[in-house]
């Protein structure tokens, strides 16, 4: 299977489980039409981070030499990957009476982490400064998240 049909995979796969859990029931009031329609359209919300996080390695790993499609691809299968964690781990953390907060906050911890693995796998720079950059990039993909809900609900 090629990165995009993987991505959409996972992500439809994530979008089913995190709506039938019912996780995601009251963000829509708290933040109105813009969290409705990425409750709605979840799988477009959770593929259309690959091209910003493409971008943002783009820039951030320029020494290792790879180009922008090669992000791209990088990206989608690293996204995919952390869906995929997703899919297995809620059911998991549903039945053992984890609560949403704690099991976003695993969640969020267990997908920096695996972005940094594989982006040290990957680019081969500097383990460290691999880590960082990856971490840099989970962290303003994050950070963009919550601007463009704020902007999109007045909350900001």
Not at 89 to 112: I, N
Not at 135 to 155: E, M, R
Request: aromatic fraction near 12%; hydrophobic fraction near 55%.
């Amino acid at each position: 299977t090629g990165p995009a049909k993987y991505l959409v995979i996972c992500a439809a796969l994530g979008a089913v489980v995190y709506l039938q859990l019912g996780w995601l029931n009251g963000t829509t009031d708290a933040l109105g039409s813009l969290a409705h329609y990425a409750r709605e359209h979840l799988s477009l919300v959770l593929v259309a981070r690959v091209p910003v996080a493409a971008l943002l390695s783009f820039y951030l790993f320029r020494p290792a030499g790879y180009n922008l499609a090669e992000h791209l691809v990088f990206n989608a299968y690293a996204t995919a990957q952390s869906l995929l964690i997703l899919t297995i781990t809620a059911p998991v953390a549903l039945l053992a009476g984890v609560s949403m907060e704690a099991y976003a906050v695993l969640l969020v911890g267990t997908g920096m982490t695996y972005y940094m693995w594989a982006s040290v796998d990957f680019f081969r720079i500097k383990p460290y400064v691999d880590a960082l950059r990856a971490a840099a990039i989970q962290v303003l993909v994050v950070v963009g998240y919550l601007l463009v809900l704020g902007f999109g609900t007045g909350a900001l």
